[in-house]
T-cell receptor, first 112, second 114 residues
Framework: QQQVKQSPQSLIVQKGGISIINCAYE??????FPWYQQFPGKGPALLIA?????SEKKEGRFTISFNKSAKQFSLHIMDSQPGDSATYFC???????????FGTGTRLKVLA | NAGVTQTPKFQVLKTGQSMTLQCAQD?????MYWYRQDPGMGLRLIYY???????DKGEVPNGYNVSRLNKREFSLRLESAAPSQTSVYFC?????????????FGEGSRLTVL
């Protein structure tokens, strides 16, 4: 029940295309859902996050879509660029705890 | 402003040896964390320190100990290293709890246990 399942494991997209990464969770107590971006040799960095009181959040080319009833959330990268090539992790946690549950990661490659 | 600094960046140990990973943050954050990252496993929490003077176990604490030396520093110790502890270790910090903002990660420490 504590897992966050992330798919796909890897993704190749043409420059200008849309990248979509999906995550699903079971624990209905989760109330904060961030996405982290990690470049090779670096630590993860927060990209965008959402709370379940909204169904969508957009920041530039990055959008989180959240479906509370299905217990799923996804990251959409519009107009994908080679500089977006990185590993993306979804995560979930519950307010009042200090324990993020991370997905297993998606390695995105955007072809020029 | 260095953010979160981890040392060493690389380390090779033999089975049974001990070592300490050091972490320091200069953002005046209250909470600090140690994660390990393994292929296909994502990031898993080893230990965390909600505030200075407190530490708690995460998902995978066995074989590790931690010390919150002061508000800035949080160290991770492997008393008797095992090959299963070969991993990339990340230290992170946050202002209060993780839900009030983001986790700031260091650049990682790559540990190989032979």
């Amino acid at each position: 029940q504590q897992q966050v399942k992330q798919s796909p494991q890897s993704l190749i997209v043409q420059k200008g295309g849309i990248s979509i990464i999906n995550c699903a969770y079971e624990n209905t107590a989760f109330d904060y859902f961030p996405w982290y971006q990690q470049f090779p040799g670096k630590g993860p960095a927060l990209l965008i996050a959402i709370r379940p009181d909204v169904s969508e959040k957009k920041e530039g080319r990055f959008t989180i879509s959240f479906n509370k009833s299905a217990k799923q959330f996804s990251l959409h990268i519009m107009d994908s660029q080679p500089g977006d090539s990185a590993t993306y992790f979804c995560a979930a946690t519950t307010s009042g705890t200090y324990k993020y549950i991370f997905g297993t990661g998606t390695r995105l490659k955007v072809l020029a | 402003n260095a953010g979160v600094t981890q040392t060493p960046k690389f380390q090779v140990l033999k089975t049974g040896q001990s070592m300490t990973l050091q972490c320091a943050q200069d953002m005046n954050h209250n909470s600090m964390y140690w994660y390990r990252q393994d292929p296909g496993m994502g990031l898993r929490l080893i230990y965390y320190s909600a505030s200075e003077g407190t530490t708690d176990k995460g998902e995978v604490p066995n074989g590790y100990n931690v010390s919150r030396l002061n508000k800035r520093e949080f160290s991770l110790r492997l008393e008797s290293a095992a090959p299963s502890q070969t991993s990339v270790y990340f230290c992170a910090s946050s202002l209060a709890g993780p839900n009030t903002g983001e986790l700031f990660f260091g650049e990682g420490s790559r540990l190989t246990v032979l």
